[in-house]
């Protein structure tokens, strides 16, 4: 075996400083050391993702690349990858990824030259991880504690996604009467992959695509998705960003210019655009009043950020439905009420004595319908949204006119009443429902305050999460009634009708595993699993509520709960508990990553 190569962060420095036998005036040129068979590394190349490094490549033309880095102890897990000739190429070396923190990582790179095969063993000692996660708690990052995997998902990695405020956000804050909108909800991005040893093997710098003082880079960092060419892209405040594995920035984009307020959702789809929840700006209602809008455009853009498309939900749907509005408990987070009314049900005049701005209430310019994911259907060239504040599901098509509605009948208008959905049992007869969604003598059940919903082409269905805050339209006697599920429906948008054919939480989880925000389920073809991530149990006590709740030891903290299952079954393959240790930070989304997808 050939002698490995031992690169420290110091060592490196010093390694890029030494100068060339045919030093010029344009500096030092970094060399590799004698018995390097490549190039020289470079620890975090575009200072974005710490846990990466690259092996240049010295004039070397190599093909078929295997990259492994190894476990950092037996009960570890180890992680190998091929590298595409081209990302070869693209990186400008070996991308080298899943590198442990604060730790003296061995990872192997084979590869073929000249018609030969080569291997080299290499070694680099990394920083101690440094995501920002909570300045006000000891914490580096949350605590991952793996509670169970099944073997053959022990090569599982998942890409979780947390909310985490820094404090320094007023200088911009956007939540005004002046200039009412979604601008106020910030902070430091919290986007990091987890092996199932739970073990942290990349995070992005939470300091290089964040500013809170500068109005283009403020805002979360939220809704990442996976592009087709094996990229990352989210959206952020004021605009979207798409950004390499290795954490080169691709591109960066600006709103079109009549949009702002970008949040919850980029998703490129089947036609390669790229879909964003965002809002308007200077928005004229019927009334003549001036507002900017609140979590209600839904804008479609090329990859070079040109607006193609839009959908003005205000215009589209019914501002003023207020039945899933009124059943909301008005402590919850995203509502901004008073905390003190955890467990108060909203009222009328809650509704109408609402200031305008990101405050739940009927009518445009307040949180009326407050969308949180958007799916492609490209079989009729429609968009499908969740709708947490109308505990809706709904699609659209490209005429903006609505195909069908899931949820309960109470509060829609003559205007929608053959788009609701008629739910129905395996022989497609139809349940006895009424108007709040209380289905008797069936499982079937509607989803409330949903966070996701997205189709599994696979199966002909539609995953959603049902968070389940306002179920039936109203609130428990007990806050600890409280549930949420991963459920899966069959749509026949035939014949108008649901079908209920799978959920997990309501029985296996309960109180415990009630998230009432964020959250998402998602079908996952390689291993024909259903993943779920009940991303904000715990949040802030019962109720869900915020700000000056008392705390203890039992209440105030997000224990996550992210769990895989083999399609149709509600025994958990993988279940992986992750706790914030910060009463502010919360889990967002999860997914599944594949290392071979996004460095081919």
């Not at 049992?425 to 009424?434: D, M, R, T």
């Not at 919360?586 to 997914?591: E, L, N, V």
Request: aromatic share 10%.
């Amino acid at each position: 075996m050939i002698k490995p190569l031992i690169y420290s962060v110091l060592a490196l420095s010093i390694l890029s400083t030494v100068p060339s036998a045919q030093a010029n005036p344009m500096g030092m040129k970094p060399q590799p050391v004698e018995d390097a068979p490549l190039g020289y590394l470079i620890h975090n190349p575009y200072e974005n993702a710490p846990l990466t490094a690259l092996v240049t490549l010295n004039g070397h033309v190599i093909s078929d690349v295997e990259v492994t880095v190894h476990a950092k102890d037996d009960s570890g897990v180890s992680i190998t990858y091929l590298v595409d000739d081209m990302r070869i190429m693209d990186e400008g070396g070996v991308p080298i990824f899943g590198l442990y923190p604060a730790h003296l990582n061995n990872f192997t790179v084979k590869w073929t030259e000249n018609s030969q095969q080569h291997s080299h063993d290499y070694q680099m000692l990394t920083p101690d991880i440094d995501m920002g996660f909570s300045e006000s708690q000891w914490a580096k990052a949350p605590l991952v504690e793996v509670e169970h995997v099944d073997t053959d998902f022990k090569d599982r990695l998942y890409f979780v996604n947390w909310t985490n405020p820094d404090g320094k956000t007023s200088q911009l804050m956007h939540n005004n009467l002046e200039a009412p909108g979604a601008f106020s909800w910030d902070g430091k991005p919290g986007f990091f992959i987890i092996d199932t040893a739970g073990d942290i093997r990349w995070y992005l710098n939470p300091y290089t695509t964040h500013n809170s003082k500068s109005f283009d880079t403020a805002g979360y960092a939220m809704g990442m998705n996976v592009t087709k060419d094996g990229n990352m892209v989210w959206v952020q405040g004021q605009g979207w960003k798409k950004m390499s594995l290795m954490g080169r920035m691709i591109s960066e984009h600006s709103l079109p210019g009549n949009f702002i307020d970008a949040s919850h959702e980029g998703m490129e789809a089947a036609n390669s655009n790229i879909f964003i929840r965002a809002a308007a700006k200077d928005y004229r209602r019927p009334d003549g009043m001036l507002v900017n809008t609140i979590r209600d455009q839904i804008i479609e853009v090329d990859n070079t950020g040109k607006l193609v498309d839009y959908w003005d939900l205000n215009t589209i749907l019914d501002p003023l439905r207020d039945a899933a509005l009124l059943s909301l408990d008005a402590g919850a987070v995203c509502l901004n009420i008073n905390a003190s009314h955890i467990g108060h049900q909203t009222t009328l005049e809650d509704l109408k004595n609402a200031p305008y701005g990101d405050i739940h209430g009927v009518e445009t310019g307040r949180n009326w319908i407050h969308v949180n994911s958007i799916d492609y259907d490209p079989k009729d060239d429609s968009i499908i949204i969740s709708s947490r504040h109308q505990s809706s599901v709904i699609k659209i098509g490209r005429d903006k006119q609505v195909k069908w509605i899931l949820s309960p009948k109470k509060g829609w208008s003559e205007a929608f009443a053959d788009k609701l959905l008629t739910p129905v049992n395996a022989k497609g007869k139809p349940l006895n429902c009424n108007e709040k969604g209380l289905c008797s003598n069936s499982e079937f059940d509607f989803s409330y305050t949903s966070h996701t919903a997205y189709l599994v082409p696979e199966k002909g269905t539609l995953t959603v999460f049902d968070n389940g805050d306002g179920r039936h339209l109203g609130q428990p006697m007990f806050a600890t009634e409280k549930y949420s599920r991963s459920v899966e429906y069959k749509i026949d948008e035939t014949n108008m009708t649901v079908e209920q054919v799978w959920q997990y939480g309501k029985q296996e989880l309960g109180y415990e595993g009630y998230s009432p925000v964020t959250s998402i389920v998602k079908y996952q073809a390689d291993k024909n699993s259903m993943m779920s991530y009940f991303a904000s149990a715990g949040l802030f006590g019962l109720g869900g509520g915020y700000g000056n709740v008392k705390m203890d030891e039992t209440t105030g903290v997000v224990k996550s709960i992210l769990v895989e299952h083999r399609y149709g079954e509600t025994e958990p393959a993988v279940r992986i508990n992750i706790n914030s240790h910060d009463m502010f930070a919360t889990g967002y989304r999860a997914q599944v990553i594949r290392v071979n997808d996004m460095l081919k």
